[in-house]
C-alpha cells in the first residue's frame, strides 16, 4: 500500500475567519470534531497527477513491475474528465499495455471495500493475477471555503494498493449495502447532466446555520448522515458477528473511514471497541479524503508493524450512496506500506 | 438537573433565554447540528455519561425535557 499526500497543509485555526461563527464556538467545535490539519491539492492537480506520481514512485523503487498489472481500478468523486474514464488517462499516462483492464468506479467514504470487492472480482476471473486499486479524490475544489459544516473536514490525496492472489486459505468475508433512497444526503448538485454548471449555479447562499455555499459544492445533510453512520455500521458488524459466528476480540484492528473524531469515538464508544484498536487519529492529521481514508489508516498506524506481521483486520466505510461496508481480513504481511509527498 | 441543561444551553446559544423557551429548539432553528454535537459533549462532561449515538437525533434536543430524558436514559 502506498499513500500519496499533497504537500499542501491547511490549518483548521488558521480558517476559523471564513466562518459566519464566533471565534469561540468554532474554536469549541475545533476541539470537539478534531479538526486540525488537512493536506489540500493545488488548483490544477488532478487524481491523475496524483495516481501517476505514486506509481512511477512504485516502479522506480522496484516495488512493482509494470508488466505484471493485469487491471487498473480507480475509485473517484473528482475525476479529470467527465469522459474518458479517469483510469484510462492513468493507464495512457503509465505506458501501460492494451491488455490492461482499466475502470472507473464513483464512490466515496466507502470505496475502498468497493473497490476490493471490484478487484476481486477481477483476479476471480483467473486470467488476472494482479489489481491496482487507486483511491483519489481532490474533493476540496468542490467545497466551499466558507462552509464550516464540510470545509475543516474535506482532505485531499490518493492511496495506491495491489492485490494479488495467496496461497493463504483464509477467507475474506464482504459486507455491502446500499441504501439509495438517502442518495441525495450527501451531495453535488450542480456540475451533472441533471444541472449544468451556470454562473447561476455558482452563486454563494447561506444556509439556515451560517454556512455559504453554491450549487456547485458538495452539500451534506450532517445530522443524517450522522445518525446513518451511528445505526447502521454497528448493526452491520453485529451482522457480521452473528454471520461468522465470531466477537469483537477477533479482529486486532479496526481500521475504519474517519469522518471527524467524534462520529468515530461515538461509534467505537457505542460498539464497545477499545480506541487503541480502533485508530482515530487521519482526520485530525490530514482530513477526510473520502475512500482513502481507510488505506491511509493502514500506512499511518499499521504500516511499519504489518511489514512483518499479519494481522486481522476489520475495514470499514460509510458515506455517500448511501453506502456502508465491512471487510474482514486477514491481513498478511505487506510488502510495502509508506506515505509520501505530491 | 434542568437547571445545568439551561446552562448548557445558555452557553452555546446565548442569544435565547431557555429559562422561556422550553421547546422547539431545532425545529424553529435555534440549534443546528454543530450545536448539538457541543450540546452532546458538554452533557457528557457535565453528568459524566455517554449518549449512544444512535440517540443523537433532533428531537432528542428539540426541548429542556427531551434533553432531561436523553440524559435520564443515557445514565440507566
Redesign the interface.
Known sequence: MLSVLPKHEVHYLDEIDNYNFTEKQSAKLGKIMGYGSQRIAEDGTTVSDLCVFGMNYLFKKDLLDKESIGAVVLCTQSPDYFLPATSNVISGRLALGQDVISMDINQGCAGFEVGLMQAFMLLNTGSIDKVVLLNADVLSKKVSLKDRNSRPLVGDGATITIIENSTDDEEIDMFIKMDGSSALSLQIPAGGFKLPSTPQTGVLTEDESGNFRSLDHLIMKGDEVFNFVQTKVPEMIQEMFDTLKIDKSYFDYYLFHQPNKFMLEKLAQKMKIPYEKMPNNISQKYGNGSSITVPLNVCENIGEKALNNSYKVCFGGFGVGLTWSIIKWKLEKLDFCEIINY | MKEKVITILTE?RPEFDFNTETDGFVSK?ML???D???IV?DIEESFNI?I???Q???ENFDSIQALVDLINKSNS
Open positions: 452555546i432553528g443546528d447540528s454543530f448539538i454535537i457541543s459533549s455517554a449512544d449515538g444512535a443523537i437525533l433532533p
